[in-house]
């Protein structure tokens, strides 16, 4: 069965930088896009990134444009996002999900916890 | 694009139908799906392309609309549907989401 598996989450300080990771399973992910969301403590899901199946094409949120970058690693089944110039404000839990066609997110992982803290 | 979800709480009883909105600020065409989150869980795709049941979500969830406008309707509530709801969509990037529905116990 498709499954997504995020890690690497933690508590960074502000300015700090962290690599989170996605493994996935069940699916052959060079098949697929992926997307990268993210949801702050109590509050609603913001759409981060996109990667194109081969990682030619990326795209990014506003809000972590030029500080977050999204690779993959079609080899290992792995999709990362490397985590720059923290913010208390990029306090979250990150989730991967799989693309589904460009017309819906249809698996997510189970989120991993960012936490941006002196 | 904007995504504004309407209303942003309510309360219903099981058994009830149910109608939660999402507007767009320009047109996504169908390019809209809807999820389903419980606390402490990830979202659930519930419909993609606007009216799409994707594969084992009951059949009593449906979506409707196009352009600016769609809706999501439960036709009757069950005691597992109570939950917030998202709405997304994939026209253009970012990808954004609605601010969410949460749907409460009346």
């Known amino acids: 069965q498709v499954q997504l598996v995020e890690s690497g989450g933690g508590v960074v300080q502000p300015g700090g930088s962290l690599r989170l990771s996605c493994a996935a399973s069940g699916f052959t992910l060079s098949g697929y896009a992926m997307h990268w969301v993210r949801q702050a403590p109590g509050k609603g899901l913001e759409w981060m990134a996109f990667l194109r199946h081969d990682g030619s094409i990326e795209y990014y949120g506003d809000s972590v444009q030029g500080r977050f970058t999204a690779s993959r690693d079609n080899s290992k089944n792995t999709l990362y996002l490397q985590l720059n110039s923290l913010r208390a404000d990029d306090t979250a839990v990150y989730y991967c999900a799989r693309d589904f066609h460009n017309r819906a997110l249809d698996y997510w992982g189970q989120g991993s916890l960012v936490s941006v803290s002196s | 694009i904007q995504l504004t979800q309407s209303p942003s709480f309510l309360s219903a009883s099981v058994g009830d139908r149910v109608t939660i909105t999402c507007r767009a600020s320009q047109g996504v065409g169908s390019y809209l799906a809807w999820y389903q989150q419980k606390p402490g869980k990830a979202p659930k795709l519930l419909i993609y392309y606007a009216s799409t049941l994707q594969s084992g979500v009951p059949s009593r969830f449906s979506g409707s609309g196009s352009g600016t406008e769609f809706t999501l309707t439960v036709s009757s509530l069950q005691p597992e549907d109570f939950a917030t709801y998202y709405c997304?969509?994939?026209?253009?990037?970012?990808?954004?989401f609605g601010q969410g529905t949460k749907l409460e116990i009346k």
């Open positions: 997304q969509q994939l026209k253009s990037y970012p990808h954004s």
